[in-house]
């Protein structure tokens, strides 16, 4: 019997099956497609509780819980943050959760959670540790979306303190970066935008929010100075990078929210190693290396065309690797062409020519074994040069600045010009250094008077001369300043005019301008036969030979002392400091440097500049390490008992001079009663105003060793010693506060604030002092939560005192009057760090209180026969 069904009946079945399987396919997908969850506020049925959800770049979920159902979690409330991870089907999400501060309950567990559809969930499981088993769960408990994530306004998302940084892309050849400035900008919404104050510049600054990053306006008025720029966002925010043009010039600027402990890669500005500037590819003639360093190590940027618009755009680091031979990668920097990555080789054949061997291939790819590297000649650029060929037939003359001449507290400038007076008056620069509120100039003013102004960080000083400079005469004139002291004009041998400068020149990293200024219109009309500069001021009357010497239209020796010496004049005396050892350690070199942070000491900055070579009038300064760790400074070249010789460390004038500064020597004895015995240490300084300070922290004894031209030395960083005494910080448990009173701790602390919960702890040291084991207590009266405390003190740690906190909950209060009093809690641990030696004056006031009151311990044993008798005593 034959079947009724049409004869298309199995094709029908196939694609039938077909779409079947397809859709079951694509359901299968789509969880893992999607987002499991919506962003947004959820909240159960009451409201009791509040969770945030918001989703990140990677996929997983963010979640913010907190008690109640506020915007924000509240004071005291149980809160924590959570990192979910969909699993296999996109219907679970599994995570750990850690406490956020302010928390009232601190400490790690686990969570699981049950999508139920795209805007609700329900837990699975809550462990409250990471120890711990989960406890039950109400499955009914449902928390829905309510609300999707708080709107951001662009204004407040760009709000804060940003760290600024900018330099100039058209004052050297090949676009070059030159003339970095930096310094922090505040911005505070202000209707659709954001109005600012740069830090140390009296203008103001508008930020206004685009689509993709923001344009930032800065004018100052007085100055006459204006800038703009149109900044794109980088890094998720975190910085905003992006083109400038001001009065000054054009160049780049990048913003980075001064909260973050790094910044992004900035300029390679030429550092004044052997091999830094710029070198071409000779097979081409249009491919660049820009190099920052020497044969000891530099960084590079290759690039095609220039640096303002190149074609292609990669950086990368070389280190010695043989005779004459570095060895280093590169990539190709993001939003440059082409995505690619390199091993490079670069062999030394002469001060204006290497070798280089490189092999490219595509960046997240393994490297290819068949492919060849290419090898070719790079030829050193001199910039100078071509700044000498771009000053032909007119001024300015731009010649890439040394760093340190002049100096910023002391120094001087002598040019020798011929004024040839043409067109309406104006004003007209001899030379210059530096932009926007960095300036050192010497000019003549529209009637032809000699001046000169230097910018401080109390603003700028202003010198002019009363008598018109005579034309077509061959003229000297000299600029003289001194920080502390006098900055003072002097033409053709007479002074003519002065004024006090009580602080030094801001400084700058800009190139020198011989015959013009960064100030538009003021090129210099007639001759510049000379630029002679100085890193100190000099007696005029019988100066030293300068450090550098400019002839214009030509290209520009290299840094130096006196005619036959290529070495700078002038060196840096760092100093570093080790945490563990409290030691200090000095170095006057890079490689002295590294080998004291190889052992753990941490760089804190210039202290002084001392000579290079010997001279009249100079003594060398040599070091010496004490058998006990700490160093020597001494103009005695005999080896102090218990020391070995650290070598020379430079020259230092014996007797005071105009520009030079006391380097003073200090010394302490650290007390360590919990690791024994003491540790000394020596303090070398070129900062006055520094010993006061340093005598609190127990440096005394100062005496000279010999003067040096100051540095930039930042202010003395306090030691923090080994003792309990002092702040502290927790690992996500707030702030604390600890004395010794004799063989008692008494410890204060708080979370978030000092307006929440206060907490304070009374324990008993051991023999020696290293643990400390007593009762804490939040609160007063029948609100007190009770806790078992122990402290061990971490005597290895070397970065830091640090110590090791654990809790044990005894006993808390519930709502209804009554106490619970916990038979066998689990303990709990945080790691303490020794943030600093002393209190701040209100928590030292709150922790001298609390030890007038009753003790935790008194105050605990008072608390169960009273809820005892009274039958409100609950042991779990």
Request: aromatic share 10%; glycine share 12%; hydrophobic share 40%.
């Amino acid at each position: 019997m034959r079947s009724s069904k049409p004869r298309l009946g199995p094709c029908l079945c196939i694609l039938i099956t077909a779409l079947l399987a397809l859709l079951l396919a694509v359901s299968a997908a789509w969880p893992q497609d999607r987002t499991p969850l919506l962003p947004g506020i959820y909240q159960p049925v009451p409201a009791t509780a509040t969770a945030l959800i918001s989703l990140q770049n990677d996929g997983s979920l963010l979640m913010r819980f907190w008690q109640g159902d506020g915007t924000t979690p509240p004071a005291g409330g149980f809160a924590y943050l959570s990192r979910l991870v969909p699993g296999q089907r996109g219907r679970r999400l599994t995570g750990a959760w850690q406490s956020l501060p302010g928390s009232c309950c601190p400490g790690r567990g686990r969570q699981e959670l049950e999508v139920v559809d795209a805007e609700a969930f329900r837990f699975l499981r809550f462990a409250p540790s990471l120890e711990q088993a989960a406890w039950p769960v109400d499955p009914n408990q449902v928390f829905r979306r309510v609300a999707g994530l708080p709107v951001v306004q662009p204004a407040q998302r760009l709000a804060g303190v940003w760290r600024l940084a900018y330099w100039y892309t058209d004052l050297l050849p090949q676009g070059a970066p030159a003339d970095l400035s930096e310094g922090l900008m505040e911005f505070k919404p202000l209707g659709d935008g954001l109005q600012g104050l740069w830090q140390g510049h009296p203008g103001h600054a508008a930020l206004t929010p685009q689509a993709s990053g923001a344009r930032l306006e800065y004018a100052d008025p007085a100055a006459n100075f204006a800038l703009d720029a149109q900044l794109r966002e980088e890094s998720g925010g975190l910085a905003l990078v992006g083109p400038f043009r001001s009065t000054l010039g054009q160049g780049q600027m990048m913003l980075v929210r001064a909260a973050l402990p790094a910044n992004p890669p900035g300029p390679q500005l030429d550092d004044g190693g052997r091999l830094s500037g710029v070198w071409v590819d000779t097979r081409t003639g249009g491919d660049f290396f820009k190099i920052s360093g020497s044969e000891a190590g530099f960084s590079f940027t290759a690039y095609g065309g220039s640096l303002a618009q190149p074609r292609y755009l990669a950086r990368g680091r070389a280190l010695p690797a043989g005779s004459d031979t570095l060895e280093g990668t590169a990539q190709d920097q993001p939003g440059q062409c082409c995505g690619n990555q390199a091993v490079l080789s670069f062999k030394l054949l002469g001060p204006e020519r290497m070798q280089v061997t490189a092999l490219w291939w595509p960046q997240g790819r393994p490297r290819p074994q068949q492919q060849q590297p290419e090898t070719y000649l790079l030829q050193r650029v001199d910039l100078q040069q071509a700044a000498a060929a771009q000053a032909q037939g007119g001024w300015p003359q731009v010649v890439p600045g040394r760093p340190g001449v002049p100096d910023t507290r002391s120094g001087a400038v002598r040019v020798v010009f011929t004024w040839q007076p043409q067109g309406p008056p104006r004003e007209q620069a001899l030379f210059s250094r530096g932009g926007y509120g960095r300036a050192l100039e010497l000019f003549l003013d529209p009637q032809g008077r000699l001046g000169a102004r230097i910018d401080t960080t109390q603003g700028q000083v202003l010198l002019r001369s009363e008598t018109p400079v005579r034309p077509q005469e061959q003229h000297r004139a000299w600029l003289f300043y001194d920080a502390g002291g006098q900055a003072r004009l002097n033409l053709d041998g007479q002074e003519v005019a002065s004024a006090p400068l009580p602080q030094g020149w801001t400084g700058s990293a800009a190139p020198y301008l011989i015959g013009g200024s960064r100030w538009p219109n003021r090129s210099f009309a007639g001759q510049v036969q000379g630029v002679q500069l100085w890193a100190v001021a000099p007696d005029p009357n019988a100066p030293e030979p300068p450090q550098l010497t400019l002839s214009p239209g030509e290209a520009q020796p290299a840094l130096q002392q006196t005619a036959q010496s290529q070495r700078p004049a002038t060196h840096t005396l760092v100093r570093l400091w080790h945490p563990g050892r409290l030691l200090h350690a000095y170095a006057a070199d890079a490689a002295a440097q590294r080998a004291w942070e190889a052992q753990g000491f941490i760089h804190q900055g210039p202290v002084a500049r001392l000579w290079t070579q010997e001279q009249p009038g100079l003594k060398a300064l040599w070091g010496f390490l004490h058998n006990r760790g700490y160093t020597i400074l001494q103009t005695d070249a005999n080896v102090p008992p218990g020391c070995r010789a650290l070598g020379l460390m430079g020259y230092v004038k014996p007797q005071a001079q105009a520009g030079a500064a006391p380097l003073w020597g200090l010394k302490a004895d650290f007390p360590e009663p919990l690791r024994g015995g003491s540790r000394p240490d020596t303090l070398y300084t070129s900062r006055q105003d520094q010993l006061e300070a340093a005598g609190r922290d127990g440096y005394v004894q100062p005496h000279t060793v010999g003067y040096v031209l100051p540095a930039q030395e930042p202010a003395l960083a306090r030691p923090v010693l080994y003792t309990w005494g002092g702040s502290w910080r927790g690992e996500g448990w707030g702030r604390f506060f600890l004395e010794r009173r004799g063989q008692e701790l008494h410890m204060f602390w708080y979370y978030a604030n000092l307006e929440g919960p206060h907490f304070f702890g009374r324990y008993q040291l051991s023999e020696g002092g290293r643990v400390a084991q007593g009762i804490a207590v939040s609160g007063s009266g029948t609100q007190a939560r009770y806790y078992r405390h122990r402290l061990v003190f971490d005597l290895q740690a070397q970065s830091g005192p640090r110590a090791q906190l654990t809790s044990w909950r005894l006993a808390a209060p519930l709502d209804d009057g009554r106490l619970v009093l916990f038979k066998n809690p689990r303990p709990s641990s945080t790691e303490l760090l020794k943030a600093a030696q002393g209190l701040p004056p209100r928590e030292a006031e709150l922790l001298k209180a609390a030890a007038a009151q009753a003790s935790p311990q008194e105050q605990f044993q008072q608390a169960l026969p009273a809820a005892r008798s009274q039958g409100k005593l609950l042991e779990r």
